[in-house]
């Protein structure tokens, strides 16, 4: 059974140059990409995860290993139509999300896995004991994907998939225990431009580094020409479009027939590869640990990503800081006039959380990037100084919230027990709201200072105003939620 063809299937979702939200394949997406502004999709996971198809996909039709001939590709303005056109007739069998042998993203046979429900492979759903906060569906009800979703949420697990639990292996009478991806936790990094072909292209690397020895001949290629189906679990990485489409779990979908239509309800899921530790992401920042050397900048659930901003886009030669490679590229790129100057970049950060096989949140940040000045270190500094700022004025809100718990849990000299002092804490704290209401502005911030040096010190001027304004603010509600009770008005007395 050959079914439902990526190539030419509508199960893209993409938003058009007017705005519209479209379905597209593989080849309209790829040969009319400067009629689409971006992908869409309501999980930042499977967004982030189409793009690394994507990138693995132009590099192999049409690559470029030279500034030179990537310079010739982005002012042609879109990719080779005739060369997308062979590539895909060539392997055409290879795209079919159901297939007898070559099943897309997919091991054509599971010996071992006991079926399970297709939710395990959609990440914000309950599954098993798989446990997803926020979501309230019913795990015993027997849920269908349509084969576009099931084929979104594919690459988005396989990008993605969060480690915990024994796997059966490929081979009979072996288990193992599931490890997390090595995507997982990360904060991924997107150069955007002003269309989906200008996106795809600043993001792709003309020599792009692993930091591991690799084969990058005829040997490294994407995962779908694998002639042995992704059966084998031990393949060593061969390279970048290895590496993009790395599968770290074997997964075998298993379609039905409904009233004529093809759906997924279950799914047959074990451990797959597991790449070298020394594998560095290039669309991330690496910063300098003392005790581990460079490790990956992390999403984290309590920052937002522009709080991250100078360890991401920094390019000021700072020895313990690794800048993600798209942009360190753009910006060498924009230096050498292969780049128009006014070009109006965008940053895409985002990825997945999780926290001992829970998944915490996703999350998808968006920031002006003005790439020729990551090198000014006027601006740098100014970055940093506001980015103090905003540090200073949070620990001045969380002191004077840590003296207002500790005044109302004195009795008789005495202080409460610590669970009492940290649940009153967390109950009257305006932590998230100073710091969300910071997002914002800190985004106006930066596009005032993108205006040039003339401007830093009136956009610091003005993000320091905001930033006091924003601590009385959030130091009022905490004053007006314990004024009511016997001993608040004195406590607020005491630690102002």
């Known amino acids: 059974m050959n079914a439902f063809n990526l190539i030419n299937e509508k199960w893209i979702p993409v938003i058009d140059k007017n705005g519209n939200l479209i379905n597209v394949g593989f080849l309209e997406l790829l040969t009319e990409t400067k009629n689409y502004r971006d992908i ?29 001939s990537w310079s010739e590709l982005y002012k042609r303005g879109s990719f080779n139509k005739e060369a997308i056109e062979n590539y895909f007739k060539k392997w055409h069998d290879r795209f079919y999300l159901f297939h007898e042998l070559y099943p897309f993203y997919q091991v054509f046979e599971h010996p071992t896995a006991e079926p399970a429900p297709v939710t395990k492979i959609v990440m914000h759903k309950a599954a098993g004991n798989n446990v997803v906060y926020y979501d309230h569906s019913n795990v015993k009800t027997t849920p269908l994907l349509t084969p576009a979703d099931a084929a979104l949420h594919l690459i988005a697990f396989q990008t993605f998939a969060p480690g915990g639990g024994v796997s059966k292996s490929l081979v009979k009478g072996i288990t193992t225990n599931f490890t997390g991806s090595p995507f997982t936790g990360i904060l991924i990094n997107l150069v955007k431009g002003n269309d989906l072909f200008s996106t795809l292209m600043l993001n792709n690397l003309i020599s792009p580094e692993l930091n591991v020895v690799q084969n990058e001949d005829e040997n490294d290629t994407p995962c779908w020409e694998n002639n042995q189906g992704l059966l084998r679990t031990e393949k060593p990485l061969t390279g970048y479009l290895d590496y993009l489409t790395f599968t770290t779990r ?247």
């Not at 869409?40 to 030179?68: D, Q």
């Not at 590869?273 to 581990?292: I, Q």
């Open 250 to 496: 074997a997964v075998k979908l298993i379609p039905d027939i409904v009233k004529g239509n093809f759906f997924v309800n279950q799914v047959q899921i074990s451990q797959g590869r597991s790449l070298p530790e020394m594998v560095r992401e290039p669309f991330t920042a690496y910063l300098l640990s003392k005790k581990d050397g460079f490790i990956s900048l992390k999403i984290r659930p309590e920052q937002a990503a522009w709080r991250e901003f100078n360890n991401l886009v920094a390019l000021t030669g700072k020895v313990n800081l690794i800048p993600p490679q798209n942009i360190y590229q753009a910006n060498l790129l924009l230096d050498e006039n292969y780049i128009d100057t006014e070009t109006n970049f965008r940053l895409e950060s985002g990825g997945l959380a999780t926290e001992k096989a829970k998944l915490i949140l996703w999350r998808l940040d968006e920031l002006p990037l003005p790439v020729y000045l990551l090198k000014d270190q006027d601006f740098i500094n100014t970055v940093e100084k506001a980015l103090k700022e905003a540090d200073s004025t949070g620990y001045a809100l969380k002191k004077f919230t840590e003296r207002i718990v500790g005044e109302l849990t004195k009795f008789q000299g005495n202080t409460a027990d610590k669970d009492t002092v940290q649940t009153l804490y967390k109950n009257i704290s305006t932590a998230e709201n100073y710091w969300s209401e910071l997002e914002i502005p800190f985004k106006k911030f930066v596009a005032e200072c993108a205006k040039g040096n003339p401007f830093f010190d009136s956009a610091f001027e003005n993000w320091e105003a905001f930033c006091k304004i924003n601590f009385l603010k959030c130091k009022r509600i905490v004053e007006k939620s314990v004024i009511g009770s016997p001993r608040g008005p004195k406590a607020i007395a005491k630690s102002n």
């Open 40 to 68: 869409y999709h309501y999980s930042p996971l499977v967004k982030l995860g189409m793009f690394r198809v994507l990138l693995a996909l132009i590099r192999r039709i049409e690559p470029v290993n030279s500034k030179k």
